[in-house]
């Protein structure tokens, strides 16, 4: 059975920098897609970052500047590198995983549903104030 648990949310201030891991178990790595996503109050669940089985990486437009999307396959980790967050940034964070990779093959595409990513973690809060 898949799981993922995700770390390393907080609150920090504007230009501040997080890295987010999320702790992935139940799965062979290289068989799986795995990404993050985040969720702010009142918002649509938005694509961030994304790691296909080949290790390609997805990011999203808006943040591709100021994040890097990185997997340890010895410790089965996957890691959200984010720096100078913004108010903006504030949500919720999440770990999701899908085999076969439907979703983030598409990632960034308008009409994606990232919601159709076959598991979640509970999610970590980032938190960022001006």
């Known amino acids: 059975q898949v799981q993922l648990v995700e770390s390393g949310g907080g609150s920090v201030q504007a230009g501040g920098s997080l890295r987010l891991s999320c702790a992935a178990s139940?799965?062979?790595?290289?068989?799986?897609?795995l990404g993050w996503f985040r969720q702010a109050p009142g918002k649509e669940r938005e694509g961030v970052a994304a790691i296909d089985s080949d290790g390609n990486t997805y990011v999203l437009d808006s943040m591709k500047d100021r994040l890097s999307i990185s997997q340890d396959n010895a410790q089965n980790t996957l890691n959200l590198q984010m720096t100078n967050l913004q108010p903006e940034d504030t949500a919720m964070y999440y770990c999701?995983?899908?085999?076969?990779?439907?979703?983030?093959?598409?990632?960034?595409?308008?009409?994606?549903?990232?919601?159709?990513?076959?598991?979640w973690g509970k999610g970590t809060l980032v938190t960022i104030s001006s």
């Open positions: 999701a995983a899908e085999s076969p990779c439907a979703v983030v093959a598409r990632f960034g595409a308008i009409d994606v549903t990232y919601y159709d990513m076959d598991t």
């Open positions: 139940g799965f062979t790595y290289r068989t799986y897609c």
